[in-house]
């Protein structure tokens, strides 16, 4: 049975993958690297402290990699301007797949329902 403390050992994208046994597109994982990190890992920050069952926790970091993948595979991909933003600024301010500029989709606040 898997552990936290084996997950945390993990190093590379792949390394997550195999962790969890989910099957993945090496392509996808070869462009999209750091974008679905960078997902991955905030989805995670946002919620690994409220649950304390390591059981709970396992299927929570998974379901997360899971989402974010599929996310990805499905067609999400983040603009080189808003990868770019996020560095200008330290965050993100929403980004063009969910229409958080104004005149998009009728919004004007930042992030959206993408998890940007």
Known sequence: MATVEEFYRCRDTEDYFKFFGIEFDQSLINVKRFHMMKEYGTLIKNGINNI???????????????????????????????????????????????GTTPGMAGSTSTGGSCGC
Do not use: I, Q
Request: glycine content about 8%; aromatic content about 12%.
């Open 52 to 98: 304390k069952e390591e059981n709970k926790l396992l299927d929570f970091l998974k379901f997360s990699l899971l989402r974010v993948y599929g996310d990805y595979k499905h067609g999400h991909a983040p603009s080189a301007a808003d990868v770019w933003n996020m560095y200008e600024t330290g965050k993100l301010e929403g980004c063009s797949s969910c």
